[in-house]
């Protein structure tokens, strides 16, 4: 017979001795708690009497001047006294809890999660009793009329599925949404200004959401679909604290590197930058992309770098791009052929 204590795979180290709380030990102190704890609910109908007042004698319109900012004076004491009423009430619960109620260890042993044979056996028998009674034994027929009516019903759905849109071919992907309208010689402009973004104009430290200039020549939908793409951040960071990979160093400009706006796991717009570390997070679902290291995923569900695209400057140190994402933006997909993010050796 298995013995449960020496057969484990590890001994069992017990409970460790449990200390007392001076509250256990010192009388004068569980009634200093004690105390405390009636003082602080005793301040609770004062402050709710306090609201009523407030409530019904300060005029709506009333104004309190607080560290140099204009304040209703009848919200702000509303507040104060409902907020520090309930403060009052949540922090003397705790102080109950942990200073004087009962401060008793108890071990609670795990059961085997399986229903006992008895049930098992009731279910069983259940079970075969409905066959019995549907009668599809006798009449064979029947089950399989069933199950043909039913496989039938997965056709519409099936046939429903061509409204998706066309099938995603990799000629149609080429053209759609694995490419954007970035090219060689598009200016970045700022997006909320559309001024062109200089180079010498950019200082450490920086990040600017910018677009490409082109991005003007488009309306409605297609705007919208173009901005989705091509939105892209610009930042600039010293040259001597990133990684730069050889195959990537012409992509830059004097530390200035521009990545997609676009978050590789499920899409979201990012722009969360820590300066220090040069990671951007994205606010959805915490993916953390090492932009001093061309972008790779250091946290989170994302699966892949944020593509970066090339840059360089024109003849007026303005920012210009070498090309288009040399890799799709946005998320993954099925097709996605991810082999060529980076080249041998770039990280
Ligand atoms: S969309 Fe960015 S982490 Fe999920």
Redesign the pocket.
């Known amino acids: 017979m298995n013995d449960p204590q020496t057969d484990l795979p590890v001994p069992d180290p017990g409970l460790e001795e449990h200390p007392p709380r001076f509250t256990d030990v010192d009388d004068a102190a569980a009634d200093r708690a004690y105390k405390q704890i009636v003082g602080m609910l005793a301040a609770v109908p004062v402050l709710v009497v306090a609201f009523l007042v407030v409530y019904f004698a300060v005029p709506r319109d009333a104004e309190l001047v607080l560290f140099g900012a204009n304040l209703k004076m009848q919200t702000t004491l509303l507040g104060l006294t409902a907020g520090v009423a309930t403060l009052l009430i949540g922090i003397s619960a705790i102080h109950w809890a942990r200073m004087l109620m009962s401060d008793e260890e108890i071990v609670g042993d795990r059961h085997g999660a399986a229903s006992p044979p008895e049930a098992r056996e009731r279910v069983l028998t259940d079970l075969e009793t409905g066959i019995e009674a549907s009668g599809i034994r006798r009449r064979k027929l029947l089950g399989t009329g069933m199950a043909g009516a039913l496989g039938m019903m997965a056709l519409p759905a099936v046939v429903s599925l061509a409204d998706m849109g066309p099938w995603p071919t990799a000629e149609l992907r080429a053209k759609t949404i694995e490419k954007t309208i970035w090219a060689e010689g598009v200016h970045l402009v700022n997006d909320v200004t559309f001024t062109r973004l200089k180079a010498t104009e950019l200082v450490v430290g920086q990040l600017v959401n910018a677009q490409p200039e082109t991005l003007q020549e488009y309306h409605g939908a297609a705007l919208q679909q173009q901005k989705a793409k091509a939105s892209i951040i610009v930042v600039r960071m010293d040259p001597n604290s990133i990684r730069i990979p050889e195959s990537r160093r012409d992509w830059q400009v004097d530390g200035i590197l521009c990545y997609s706006k676009i ?1 590789t ?4 717009p ?1 722009s969360l930058w820590e300066q220090q570390t040069h990671h951007l997070l ?1 606010p ?4 953390t992309f090492d932009l001093g290291n061309s972008g790779v995923v250091v946290f ?3 699966a892949r770098a944020l593509p970066q695209l090339p840059i360089t400057t024109d003849a007026e140190g303005y920012l210009v791009a070498r090309s288009d994402f040399t890799v799709p933006v946005g998320p993954s997909y099925f097709e996605r052929d991810s082999s060529k993010d980076f080249q041998e050796g770039d990280r």
């Open positions: 978050c796991h499920v899409g979201c990012i994205c959805c679902h915490q993916s989170g569900p994302a």
